[in-house]
């Protein structure tokens, strides 16, 4: 079967995109008289002329025009898999974006994405925190992080940790002089700390027990527009906070802050890695995703807004 080698297949397609000899052998670091002869092979290899020369130009025939049509796209896919192969022996490197609701960015940092990095201290990772949802295509990002339930049905997703909680939680001192709720309803006569949705609606309190559900409008001195302040103001004792589980665990741990209404927290969806469907991942890509499927199924995770 006639056939031509790579190499023969770059030399038509150089001098048919610079439309000159010498110019083609300059880009491929050849001699004019060496790319000559490859063409001159092929042409002798298809039976068939693919260029018109003459002293002062080179063009392709109609034979020639059809080889380059088919042959171009074909010589493309063949260098992209010679550098999708070697990236495999290679160390990941470069950078990769991640888009995250804060409360998910908090929760996969230390045990995913600085595990990962010294791993592979050549990739760059850069988080970009929004509490809205965004298309991580659109924005350039590789990966987003949301609540299973929130991810895109068009995108690939793979689950990170088990089951979260919201958690209601003050200082020993405020309950001893406030009283501590012992239902929902009971939030009416305490300072609450009120925390303000990216849309401009303050976050009402989810609450569920015995398949009853129920959304507190809490009040209270201080509105935020970061649910992470709410613990620094609950350990100044100001109020009581709904908090992620993660971000007090230690407080919790610590006694300085007491967990109320713990039988009306509801368990939340885990959290999911979630990104397209790529033809030709990058090695950095690959070895994230690889890494969170490894160890993203026994983290330890809790949230709360988000």
């Known amino acids: 079967m006639a056939q031509g080698s790579l190499a023969e297949l770059e030399a038509v397609l150089m001098v048919a995109r610079r439309g000159k000899f010498r110019a083609a052998a300059l880009e491929l670091g050849v001699s004019t008289t060496?790319?000559?002869?490859?063409?001159?092979?092929?042409?002798?290899?298809?039976?068939?002329?693919?260029?018109?020369?003459?002293?002062?130009?080179?063009?392709?025939?109609?034979?020639?025009?059809?080889?380059?049509?088919?042959?171009?796209?074909?010589?493309?896919?063949?260098?992209?898999?010679?550098?999708?192969?070697?990236?495999?022996?290679?160390?990941?490197?470069?950078?990769?974006?991640?888009?995250?609701?804060?409360?998910?960015?908090?929760?996969?940092?230390?045990?995913?994405?600085?595990?990962?990095?010294?791993?592979?201290?050549?990739?760059?990772?850069?988080?970009?925190?929004?509490?809205?949802?965004?298309?991580?295509?659109?924005?350039?990002?590789?990966?987003?992080?949301?609540?299973?339930?929130?991810?895109?049905?068009?995108?690939?997703?793979?689950?990170?940790?088990?089951?979260?909680?919201?958690?209601?939680?003050?200082?020993?001192?405020?309950?001893?002089?406030?009283?501590?709720?012992?239902?929902?309803?009971?939030?009416?006569?305490?300072?609450?700390?009120?925390v303000r949705l990216p849309n401009g609606a303050i976050h009402r309190w989810p609450f569920e027990k015995d398949g009853q559900s129920l959304q507190i409008d809490v009040e209270g001195a201080v509105t935020l527009d970061e649910a992470s302040l709410a613990r620094a103001a609950a350990l100044a004792s100001i109020g009581l906070a709904l908090a992620m589980e993660s971000d007090v665990r230690e407080d919790l741990e610590a006694g300085r802050l007491v967990r109320v209404l713990e039988d009306w927290t509801p368990v939340l969806p885990s959290l999911s890695l979630y990104y397209p469907s790529r033809r030709n991942p990058t090695a950095a890509f690959k070895a994230f995703v690889d890494f969170a499927r490894r160890h993203g199924g026994g983290a330890a995770l809790g949230t709360a807004i988000g």
């Open 34 to 194: 060496a790319l000559s002869n490859a063409i001159a092979k092929l042409e002798r290899t298809l039976g068939v002329r693919l260029f018109n020369r003459t002293t002062r130009s080179v063009s392709l025939t109609e034979a020639g025009q059809q080889f380059v049509a088919q042959v171009g796209p074909a010589v493309r896919d063949i260098h992209e898999a010679i550098e999708i192969a070697r990236s495999q022996t290679a160390a990941p490197s470069g950078t990769l974006r991640i888009n995250a609701f804060p409360t998910a960015a908090r929760e996969i940092f230390s045990w995913l994405v600085l595990p990962f990095l010294r791993v592979h201290p050549q990739v760059h990772i850069d988080i970009v925190t929004e509490g809205r949802l965004v298309d991580i295509v659109e924005g350039g990002f590789d990966f987003g992080v949301r609540s299973a339930d929130l991810v895109p049905v068009d995108m690939i997703a793979l689950p990170l940790g088990g089951a979260r909680r919201n958690v209601v939680v003050g200082t020993p001192s405020y309950l001893k002089t406030h009283g501590t709720p012992v239902i929902p309803q009971d939030l009416a006569r305490h300072a609450c700390l009120r």
